[in-house]
């Protein structure tokens, strides 16, 4: 066993028995290079990565490889999702170095965490152009032994450059209708018309730019924004990327069509996509978008909840095909032969046509992944049912992917958000409470005395890594979602809390910027900040999202303020690089639009008019509005003082910038006000 044997990261975990003598990032590790006089290997991944646990096997399990690196390397393994600040600070240097990064990431670095080599998975043998990683391993050697000045004058060089990358962040103005008309005249642009999507291969599922044309819908009425946020969805949905057995959506396409996927499924997609088809249905009443809101959210109760009640992070891509090997996307992808196994000639037949089997195979080996190709022409649905539920039984027999139970106090944010929704337009209020009891454990576990958050735990017991931005903000998302959905003020404090520590410790009080890591967090080489998309909302715009609909809440001009300064960047980035600040285009969407705030008041939510209204204002596609719900006086949510009942029976008030409706007890002009 090595030093990271005591880790909560199962990523770490997985190499403590490596016969490499692997260190945690900690100051310790870098005190220990320099008294050795040894540059250090940084090695960056994460527990569902294919090609991590490739290089793994060759390389790290492999013992004349390990007893070299021990010799002449310090070796620090990082969590890219335990520590997205380290990953963040080197990523953007291996990609301003070589034009391209990906994980495994392999850096070399002095003992002041300066880098001067870049790579990311480097083979045993030579192939394809690439050295082996014993080549690289002794080049370096050979280059800190011989040519130290030489390396230093390089690592100084790359530090300099990463401090002279600063963000053109455009200003404090928030984004108006002429930006957001190019963004989304940006988005036609590079819209894929005959797949849905955006852009060509590989194809990721664009959650937040969805969210964006929905909201734009909403407020201008812009069929076009609609059609391409339908289609895309419907693609996706019908695709392999869609567990058409079990629901979920793996983690990206490595097609323009949809049909292979990357077969790692992630929390974060499945949280923001299930938000997206709620919203898409409550847009267009699409049974499709119903069934994969509510099939994808069952999914993360089924397969990603914890012992604890919060989330885990991850399901594995690869998984035991049956023979012991182990093997991408083995537990999901299915030949004729195995179909006639389980349902007999006549069903096998049916599946195999319903499903888009064939003899040839989609993917590897003649297998095929489960996709809905046909658009059109009558199914026996009960006929269809009974496969899937045999089909599903069988695979349950399957060795399954591995599961990461890391719980990301993020992407529980995400989560709790999309199940508070889904559970309230759907009526399933387990979902609600499958949210609540992750929110729980967020405030139980996560928080400490001063409403600082941790990013992680394991097993109930909290990581060491301190919360970044993106977690204050989707956590506050997710207890603002919570709060408009049960009615329980609490969870609008907590988000207060939160968002307190963004304005103190995240945002730069002169320009309105924000900043991935607080300023008294650990100082690595560059303070990382970085406004665009990636897999998930960037931070910067989901505090941007988060202060927004908080202001709306409380009337607050401080978090309001900080929203629309840290806006800025949107208008800069959002005409020119649409697809890669979808957030932040939602969000400006909803700044536009008031949002909208909307107090019900009556007897309670064991009322049922209270209950019609309140289901109502959550059903509103306004951009951004929020809801509270109580009993007339209560102090529960500011949005309720001074709201009496109207006649003495449930009223709802919807407000904006300002300026207030006349009161209604009537759902249908409640549903005409929050409906564009």
């Given at each position: 066993m090595n030093r990271l044997a005591h880790e909560t990261s199962p990523y770490l975990l997985q190499h403590a028995d490596n016969p490499v003598d692997w260190w945690p990032w900690s100051a310790e590790a870098f005190e220990e290079a320099r008294k050795a006089n040894k540059p250090v290997l940084l090695s960056v991944g994460y527990s569902s990565c294919h090609w991590c646990h490739v290089m793994a096997h060759e390389s790290f399990e492999d013992r004349a490889t390990a007893d070299f690196l021990n010799e002449h390397f310090v070796s620090v393994k990082v969590d890219r999702e335990e520590r997205p600040d380290v990953d963040a600070v080197y990523m953007e240097a291996v990609q301003a170095a070589t034009g391209q990064g990906g994980w495994p990431m392999t850096v070399f670095l002095t003992p002041d965490a300066e880098p001067f080599y870049f790579g990311t998975y480097f083979p045993p043998a030579p192939r394809h152009g690439m050295p082996s990683f014993r080549q690289v391993l002794e080049g370096v050697r050979g280059a800190w032994a011989?040519?130290?000045?030489?390396?230093?004058?390089?690592?100084?060089?790359?530090?300099?450059?990463?401090?002279?990358?600063?963000?053109?962040?455009g200003g404090p103005d928030a984004p108006g209708e002429e930006e957001l008309a190019q963004a989304l005249l940006g988005l036609t642009r590079e819209y894929d018309a005959q797949r849905g999507g955006f852009g060509g291969a590989p194809k990721f599922p664009p959650s937040m730019v969805v969210e964006f044309l929905l909201r734009h819908h909403a407020r201008t009425g812009a069929e076009g924004a609609l059609q391409m946020a339908a289609d895309t969805c419907e693609r996706m949905a019908r695709g392999g990327i869609y567990d058409q057995l079990g629901g979920g959506f793996a983690r990206y396409s490595v097609d323009r069509d949809w049909i292979v996927p990357h077969f790692e499924k992630m929390l974060y997609d499945n949280a923001l996509l299930c938000r997206v088809y709620a919203h898409l249905w409550r847009a267009t009443g699409s049974e499709l978008a119903r069934r994969v809101a509510l099939e994808t959210a069952d999914f993360m109760v089924r397969e990603l909840r914890t012992e604890q009640g919060g989330f885990a992070s991850a399901l594995d891509a690869d998984s035991d095909d049956g023979t012991g090997k182990h093997v991408e996307g083995a537990y999901y992808v299915w030949t004729p032969r195995q179909l006639r196994d389980v349902l007999g000639d006549d069903d096998a037949e049916l599946a195999a046509r319903y499903f888009g089997v064939t003899e040839e195979g989609t993917f590897e080996h003649g297998r095929s992944v489960l996709q809905l190709p046909q658009s059109d022409g009558l199914v026996d649905a009960d006929r269809i049912a009974s496969v899937r539920e045999r089909l599903l039984t069988a695979r349950a027999e399957r060795p399954a992917p591995g599961?990461?139970?890391k719980v990301v106090a993020a992407w529980n944010g995400l989560a709790i958000a999309a199940l508070a929704e889904t559970g309230a337009y759907f009526d399933r209020p387990d979902l609600v409470d499958a949210a609540v009891t992750a929110a729980d454990l967020l405030v139980r576990l996560h928080l400490d005395e001063h409403a600082r958050l941790s990013r992680t735990s394991k097993d109930g017991r909290a990581g060491a890594n301190a919360g970044v931005l993106e977690d204050y903000a989707d956590v506050a998302e997710g207890f603002l979602a919570l709060a408009s959905v049960t009615g329980e003020g609490v969870w609008l404090e907590f988000a207060g809390f939160l968002l307190d520590h963004v304005l103190a410790r995240f945002a730069d009080t002169e320009s309105g910027a924000l900043y991935d890591t607080a300023a008294d967090a650990e100082r690595l080489i560059r303070r990382p900040q970085d406004p665009t998309d990636n897999a998930v909302p960037s931070g910067w715009t989901a505090a941007a999202g988060a202060l927004l609909g908080?202001?709306?809440?409380?009337?607050?001009?401080?978090?309001?303020?900080?929203?629309?300064?840290?806006?800025?960047?949107?208008?800069?980035?959002?005409?020119?690089?649409?697809?890669f600040i979808g957030w932040g285009l939602a969000v400006a969407e909803a700044l536009l639009d008031g949002p909208r705030e909307v107090a019900i008041v009556g007897p309670g939510l064991d009322d049922e008019g209270t209950r019609t209204l309140h289901r109502t204002a959550l059903l509103g596609t306004a951009p951004g509005a929020v809801v509270a719900v109580g009993t007339p006086g209560s102090d529960e949510f500011p949005l309720l003082a001074d709201r009496p009942l109207s006649d003495g029976r449930p009223t709802a008030y919807v407000c904006r910038n300002f300026t207030c409706d006349a009161p209604t007890t009537d759902p249908e002009r409640l549903r005409t006000a929050l409906n564009g």
């Open positions: 011989d040519r130290r000045e030489e390396v230093a004058e390089v690592a100084g060089k790359i530090v300099r450059d990463l401090a002279g990358r600063e963000i053109s962040y599961r990461d139970d908080y202001a709306a809440h409380t009337g607050s001009e401080p978090h309001r303020t900080a929203a629309e300064r840290a806006s800025g960047v949107v208008k800069a980035l959002g005409p020119r690089v649409p697809r």
